[in-house]
């Protein structure tokens, strides 16, 4: 192989190398994480005190048809379920709302352009009554009920779609949410979606770690769980093409040591007269 082949390979891997090493680097540091984790203490699941509710037989509950008739007019019933809040019964009622009025042409045709919206109603299981969101206070209240520790609550925050950004481990769940951070060594938030009337998430220190490196790993700086974003797969294809031209020095390196030692040993032959 010429010479100056061997240099322009030897360049291309020193420099890709110093452009992949550091990614390399953050992936091989997340991926050890992973594997030393255990993922149910990441994920919060042995915060969450064990149990739920469990209701007698005999429990008088109102028909879950008074709820639906209580709905909007144009609601689609798509769950309903009973949970508890704070040890009483409650019907949890989902459903998409059409916010839009569909046209007279719309409805010959068939087609609504309206835009569908999904919602959550809570009503008193025992009398049908509908009820609001939870307040601040009924979410800390299901927070310190859910949460294995006995802790005092550091602060609370309302989280919308506005400041979502700011809760960024919260990303892809119920909104509204109630974010309930507790003064605990991990420094748990307890996330509770205030119109369903549940707890959703655990967010801890350790979750944040993790999560921070998945960042890293999935080098989705904004949403964190895109695995098809250009610049990983720019990475992962430099990653490759670097590899390859380790490969290509090792065996230009050894041809080249290769024809070196045969010039050698033929200077070194004596010259037969």
Same mark, same amino acid.
């Given at each position: 192989?010429?010479?100056?082949?061997?240099?322009?390979?030897?360049?291309?891997?020193?420099?890709?190398?110093?452009?992949?090493?550091?990614?390399?680097?953050?992936?091989?540091?997340?991926?050890?994480?992973?594997?030393?984790?255990?993922?149910?203490?990441?994920?919060?699941?042995?915060?969450?005190?064990?149990?739920?509710?469990?209701?007698?037989?005999? &429990?008088?509950?109102?028909? !879950? %048809?008074?709820?639906?008739?209580?709905?909007?007019?144009? $609601?689609?019933?798509?769950? =309903?379920? @009973?949970?508890?809040?704070?040890?009483?019964?409650?019907?949890?009622?989902?459903?998409?709302?059409?916010?839009?009025?569909?046209?007279?042409?719309?409805?010959?045709?068939?087609?609504?352009?309206?835009?569908?919206?999904?919602?959550?109603?809570?009503?008193?299981?025992? &009398?049908?009554?509908?009820? !609001? %969101?939870?307040?601040?206070?009924?979410?800390?209240?299901? $927070?310190?009920?859910?949460? =294995?520790? @006995?802790?005092?609550?550091?602060?609370?925050?309302?989280?919308?779609?506005?400041?979502?950004?700011?809760?960024?481990?919260?990303?892809?769940?119920?909104?509204?949410?109630?974010?309930?951070?507790?003064?605990?060594?991990?420094?748990?938030?307890?996330?509770?979606?205030?119109?369903?009337?549940?707890?959703?998430?655990?967010?801890?220190?350790?979750?944040?770690?993790?999560?921070?490196?998945?960042?890293?790993?999935?080098?989705?700086?904004?949403?964190?769980?895109?695995?098809?974003?250009?610049?990983?797969?720019?990475?992962?294809?430099?990653?490759?093409?670097?590899?390859?031209?380790?490969?290509?020095?090792?065996?230009?390196?050894?041809?080249?040591?290769?024809?070196?030692?045969?010039?050698?040993?033929?200077?070194?032959?004596?010259?037969?007269?």
């Amino acid at each position: 192989m010429k010479r100056r082949t061997h240099l322009r390979i030897r360049k291309t891997h020193r420099y890709l190398g110093l452009i992949t090493g550091i990614q390399f680097v953050m992936w091989t540091i997340g991926g050890i994480y992973f594997s030393f984790s255990d993922i149910d203490e990441i994920h919060g699941d042995l915060q969450r005190k064990p149990g739920g509710m469990a209701l007698p037989h005999n &429990t008088e509950l109102v028909s !879950p %048809a008074m709820v639906m008739a209580q709905l909007p007019t144009n $609601a689609l019933v798509t769950s =309903v379920k @009973v949970i508890d809040i704070l040890g009483k019964p409650h019907y949890q009622i989902a459903y998409h709302e059409n916010t839009d009025h569909t046209s007279a042409a719309s409805s010959e045709t068939g087609h609504n352009h309206g835009q569908v919206r999904a919602r959550t109603q809570l009503a008193e299981a025992a &009398t049908g009554k509908l009820r !609001p %969101a939870l307040t601040e206070q009924e979410a800390i209240e299901l $927070a310190r009920q859910n949460f =294995v520790d @006995v802790a005092a609550v550091a602060k609370t925050e309302y989280v919308t779609d506005e400041n979502i950004n700011g809760h960024h481990e919260y990303r892809g769940s119920s909104l509204p949410a109630w974010a309930v951070t507790m003064e605990h060594p991990t420094k748990t938030t307890v996330y509770v979606a205030a119109e369903q009337g549940v707890v959703t998430k655990f967010r801890n220190d350790k979750w944040r770690v993790f999560d921070f490196l998945w960042m890293l790993h999935t080098m989705d700086y904004q949403g964190r769980d895109n695995f098809g974003n250009l610049l990983l797969r720019v990475f992962s294809i430099a990653g490759i093409v670097t590899i390859l031209s380790g490969f290509a020095l090792y065996f230009a390196s050894s041809g080249a040591r290769r024809h070196t030692t045969q010039r050698q040993q033929e200077h070194r032959r004596p010259i037969m007269r």
